[in-house]
């Protein structure tokens, strides 16, 4: 049996539902077959295809790029046969599948995650830090992911949906809370609540006090927009958030000039375009 074949074949189908588990055992127990038989199954497809699907890392099996690209190519197909049958008996609208962090969810989508709840489409959300996010859209699992600063790489297709200031947050009886805005000097001295060292905004945070000649503290470090500013409103230190983030009674957010805005990304793979598209309308995004 060649490659094209197996493809449209059960085969696939099985491979859909053993990358989902990475598990042999879990999978065939979901397939209803013998765990022998997925595995047939799935040599059989890789010497199609002329391609190894997964590889040993101790005890963990993880998929190889080919196998990454499978598992994605896999799942559409599924989706795409389970959406026709949907609407070939009149029944309710595919789930759509979003990739993004709490704060984004919170404050940059979430009002177009409502609207289009309204519309009666059902939303299924999973709660990623970048990485996460794309690792979910690449494989299939999620048909749209929301990221943050630099846009994904050009094997996803990309819109920009938001770009906000960042802010100084503090409490509304510091010196600094009267400022129409700071500049990156006027932190000299300030204990700051960040994020952790690694995480994106705190490398970004790094470089420009840095390269601004900026003294500083580490006052914590929470991962999170609602962490960052619920210590700030405990008095724990200042923060640096997108502007976007709302804030409690008693604290104020003071644009920073010398701090490139945080620009928001919505991210597809381009067989999910026309399932998306109704959530790129909300955005208000024209690709």
């Given at each position: 049996m060649s490659g094209r074949d197996l493809l449209e074949a059960d085969a696939l189908r099985s491979f859909a539902v053993f990358?989902?588990?990475r598990?042999?055992?879990t999978a065939a127990q979901e397939l209803h077959i013998s765990q022998p038989s997925l595995h047939v199954k799935i040599r059989k497809l890789a010497t199609a295809l002329g391609v190894d699907l997964y590889e040993r890392d101790g005890r963990r099996l993880t998929l190889t790029a080919a196998g990454e690209r499978l598992a994605?190519?896999?799942?559409?197909?599924?989706?795409r046969v389970e959406e026709f049958l949907l609407e070939l008996h009149h029944e309710s609208t595919p789930t759509l599948t979003i990739a993004a962090g709490r704060g984004a969810l919170r404050w940059v989508i979430g009002e177009s995650i409502q609207r289009v709840g309204r519309q009666g489409r059902r939303v299924h959300v999973i709660t990623a830090d970048r990485d996460a996010a794309l690792a979910a859209l690449t494989s299939g699992r999620a048909d749209l992911a929301v990221v943050a600063h630099d846009p994904p790489g050009r094997q996803v297709e990309a819109t920009q949906i938001a770009a906000?200031?960042?802010?100084?947050?503090?409490?509304?009886?510091?010196p600094l809370a009267a400022r129409r805005q700071v500049r990156l000097g006027d932190l000299d001295g300030l204990d700051l609540v960040v994020p952790p060292a690694g995480r994106p905004h705190r490398r970004a945070l790094d470089r420009a006090l840095l390269d601004a000649g900026v003294r500083w503290q580490v006052a914590a470090e929470v991962d999170g927009w609602d962490l960052l500013v619920h210590l700030a409103a405990l008095g724990v230190g200042a923060t640096v958030v997108n502007g976007c983030v709302g804030l409690p009674e008693g604290l104020r957010a003071v644009p920073i000039h010398g701090l490139s805005e945080i620009r928001y990304w919505a991210t597809w793979r381009r067989p999910r375009r026309a399932v998306v598209q109704v959530l790129l309308d909300q955005f208000g995004a024209h690709p």
């Open positions: 990358a989902e588990h598990n042999f055992t994605a190519y896999a799942l559409d197909s599924r989706r906000y200031r960042q802010v100084l947050v503090l409490g509304d009886g510091h």
